[in-house]
Nanobody, 121 residues
Framework: VQLQASGGGLVQAGGSLRLSCIASGRTFSNYYMGWFRQAPGKEREFVSAISRTGDKTDYADSVKGRFTISRDNTKDTVYLQMNSLKPEDTAVYYC???????????????WGQGTLVTVSS
């Protein structure tokens, strides 16, 4: 499956952004989806994941209560709504397709190219 992430940009602290990731090539609804991010000089980290039907989600503690993951299987798209953004949320955000609502990168076999989110203070 091919993944194309979009929606990144520059936003002030406290603002919001919605990332989108559209899939093509294979049946989107067969895959669990995740979002990861990599800040400058840091390793990539788990942000959120969602089950195939959207009934189960998981969030990193650092974004819980501020970010919401969702998906629309009719549009082959997964979203990440990011509210109350902080400068420490600045990173390249990647969507990924895998086989479980899991945090381990190795469980995701397909990755998008990433979209940059910059939060200014």
């Amino acid at each position: 499956v091919q993944l194309q992430a979009s929606g990144g940009g520059l936003v002030q602290a406290g603002g919001s952004l919605r990332l989108s990731c559209i899939a093509s090539g294979r049946t989107f609804s067969n895959y669990y989806m995740g979002w990861f991010r990599q800040a400058p000089g840091k390793e990539r980290e788990f942000v959120s994941a969602i089950s195939r039907t959207g009934d189960k989600t998981d969030y990193a503690d650092s974004v819980k209560g501020r970010f919401t993951i969702s998906r629309d299987n009719t549009k082959d798209t997964v979203y990440l709504q990011m509210n109350s953004l902080k400068p420490e949320d600045t990173a390249v955000y990647y969507c990924a397709a895998g086989m479980g609502v899991v945090r381990a990168e190795k469980m995701y076999g397909f990755w998008g190219q990433g979209t940059l989110v910059t939060v200014s203070s």
